[in-house]
T-cell receptor, first 113, second 112 residues
Framework: ELKVEQNPLFLSMQEGKNYTIYCNYSTTSDRLYWYRQDPGKSLESLFVLLSNGAVKQEGRLMASLDTKARLSTLHITAAVHDLSATYFCAVDTRMNRDDKIIFGKGTRLHILP | ETGVTQSPTHLIKTRGQQVTLRCSSQSGHNTVSWYQQALGQGPQFIFQYYREEENGRGNFPPRFSGLQFPNYSSELNVNALELDDSALYLC???????????FGPGTRLTVT
């Protein structure tokens, strides 16, 4: 059974600092997604990572994928308060012609001014 | 380009009742996935429909069922509602299987 683990689950950090959120998964997959969710809102797609070594950057966020280690990271550079949200990684796996998308539990990020 | 829409926005039902939630996919998208998100948790995959056929299913009982229509809109039906079914139900559409998903605003279901 595919498992997706994120850590940390909670993160409080000061503006201007750098930090990394980790996403480990338990089975073969070559598609990994990162989403952002604000309280009471739906999910916003941040990154789609499709191959080993993929790196994508948007503003202060950068995501990478290592399919051999089954690990993705979301790196935050010089955090600002507007990045406070919950961040989810999700892994897409295909078994017996069926697709399943499994989400991590999320990392609740709180950035202090 | 119209995004993913869901209806209704909020719904209150009584235990044992049945409910139907609706989702209109984004234009050009043929795949719809449904998720249940309990408060403070990550979304749980219910199932995915691709070109009107179920293409994958998570660990949900058979009382959770769905449909996808020729225009690729979709319904989620839940029978014999239980208190634990109270959650935000999200649908997401994509151009094809294993493509980037775009989420709708969700339906908040409360079961009393």
């Amino acid at each position: 059974e595919l498992k997706v683990e994120q850590n940390p689950l909670f993160l409080s950090m000061q503006e201007g600092k750098n930090y990394t959120i980790y996403c480990n998964y338990s089975t073969t997959s070559d598609r990994l997604y990162w989403y952002r969710q604000d309280p009471g809102k739906s999910l916003e797609s941040l990154f789609v990572l499709l191959s080993n070594g993929a790196v994508k950057q948007e503003g202060r966020l950068m995501a990478s994928l290592d399919t051999k280690a089954r690990l993705s990271t979301l790196h935050i550079t010089a955090a600002v308060h507007d990045l406070s949200a919950t961040y989810f990684c999700a892994v897409d796996t295909r078994m017996n012609r069926d697709d399943k998308i499994i989400f991590g539990k999320g990392t609740r990020l709180h950035i202090l001014p | 380009e119209t995004g993913v829409t869901q209806s209704p926005t909020h719904l209150i039902k009584t235990r044992g009742q049945q409910v139907t939630l609706r989702c209109s996919s984004q234009s050009g998208h043929n795949t719809v996935s449904w998720y249940q998100q309990a408060l403070g948790q990550g979304p749980q995959f219910i199932f995915q429909y691709y070109r009107e056929e179920e293409n994958g299913r998570g660990n949900f009982p058979p009382r959770f069922s769905g449909l996808q229509f020729p225009n690729y809109s979709s319904e989620l039906n839940v029978n014999a509602l239980e208190l634990d079914d109270s959650a935000l139900y999200l649908c997401a559409s994509s151009k094809d299987r294993a493509h980037e998903q775009y989420f709708g605003p969700g339906t908040r279901l409360t079961v009393t």
